[in-house]
T-cell receptor, first 114, second 111 residues
Framework: DGGITQSPKYLFRKEGQNVTLSCEQN?????MYWYRQDPGQGLRLIYY???????QKGDIAEGYSVSREKKESFPLTVTSAQKNPTAFYLC?????????????FGPGTRLTVL | QKEVEQDPGPLSVPEGAIVSLNCTYS??????FMWYRQYSRKGPELLMY????GNKEDGRFTAQVDKSSKYISLFIRDSQPSDSATYLC???????????FGSGTKLNVKP
């Protein structure tokens, strides 16, 4: 059963802590993405990766870090430097730079800072 | 100016109505156009994907792309309460490494 999984579904963080959100895909997609969604707002791109061991900053990368050591995995770390981390985080993947570049999303992780 | 503009709504219609959702964009290099449905607290679900101009139909859903006007539409026929969700448009281009999203239109279909 192909798809994108994110864990955990809900995450609570104390101020000053780093937390890591997991994203795994078994679609054999080259490209992976992290978005942040705030209530009533659209998606904002945090980081994206077109290929293993390479990634680029999106529009709101400050306070976040990523790694892409495996094709199927793209974890996101929310660091203590992110001043307003409470949000809904969405991971997505797409085939990459091909003529048919559909993007698929995971179920999301809701992060709350206590 | 945003790359993609979408009316946030909310749009409220009676059950059975035809719904029209729209996005406009500014980048003529966009070639791939997507519509997503997002239920509250869930990840977006890909509804329709179209390449270049034209129409695409899938059941009660029809996606239209007019590249000359930089305008895309999603039509929902015989709308159901289960269609109540936020609808996001997204687009990209050949050799683009990012997708550009509208802010989403919230739809409410009343029984």
């Amino acid at each position: 059963d192909g798809g994108i999984t994110q864990s955990p579904k809900y995450l609570f963080r104390k101020e000053g802590q780093n937390v890591t959100l997991s994203c795994e895909q078994n679609l054999n997609h080259d490209a992976m993405y992290w978005y942040r969604q705030d209530p009533g707002q659209g998606l904002r791109l945090i980081y994206y990766s077109q290929i293993v061991n390479d990634f680029q900053k999106g529009d709101i990368a400050e306070g976040y870090s990523v790694s892409r050591e495996k094709k199927e995995s793209f974890p996101l770390t929310v660091t203590s430097a992110q001043k307003n981390p409470t949000a809904f985080y969405l991971c997505a993947s797409s085939p990459g730079l091909t003529p048919y570049n559909e993007q698929f999303f995971g179920p999301g992780t809701r992060l709350t800072v206590l | 100016q945003k790359e993609v503009e979408q009316d946030p709504g909310p749009l409220s219609v009676p059950e059975g109505a035809i719904v029209s959702l729209n996005c406009t964009y500014s980048n003529s290099a966009f070639q791939y156009f997507m519509w997503y449905r997002q239920y509250s607290r869930k990840g977006p679900e890909l509804l329709m994907y179209t390449y270049s101009s034209g129409n695409k139909e899938d059941g009660r859903f029809t996606a239209q792309v007019d590249k000359s006007s930089k305008y895309i539409s999603l039509f929902i026929r015989d709308s159901q309460p289960s269609d109540s969700a936020t609808y996001l448009c997204a687009m990209s281009g050949y050799n683009f490494n990012k997708f550009y999203f509208g802010s989403g239109t919230k739809l409410n279909v009343k029984p």
